[in-house]
Nanobody
């Protein structure tokens, strides 16, 4: 299994939007739950959102109503649409494939990408 590759990060102002993409090598992508996490400097990696192979979605309270996770199984890609960005959203964003256990814990995931930096200025 090849690592996912994230893209779409950048420097934006508060209130702006970004869409992150996470491309995988295919294979059995469509069978797995995929998750987005983020890690700010000096902080632990935290859950952002996840989407199951059926399209069910889960969000951290801090991003509900602002972020939307989606997937295109034909393209083996998962997306994270981020609207109304805030300075506290600044972090490196990672996607990963769920293995087992809670969707909300980083330890439940394997095959992490290298991350993409999102910086939101005030």
């Amino acid at each position: 299994q090849v690592q996912p590759v994230e893209s779409g990060g950048g420097l934006v102002q508060a209130g702006d939007s970004l869409r992150l993409s996470c491309a995988t090598a295919g294979g059995t992508f469509s069978r797995y739950t995929m998750g987005w996490f983020r890690q700010a400097p000096g902080k632990e990696r935290e859950f952002v959102a996840a989407t199951t192979w059926l399209g069910n979605t889960y969000y951290a309270d801090s991003v509900k109503g602002r972020f939307t996770i989606s997937r295109d199984n034909a393209k083996n890609t998962v997306y994270l649409q981020m609207n109304s960005l805030k300075p506290e959203d600044t972090a490196v964003y990672y996607c990963a494939r769920h293995n087992s256990g809670s969707y909300y814990r980083p330890s439940s995931y394997g095959y992490w990408g290298q991350g993409t930096q999102v910086t939101v200025s005030s």
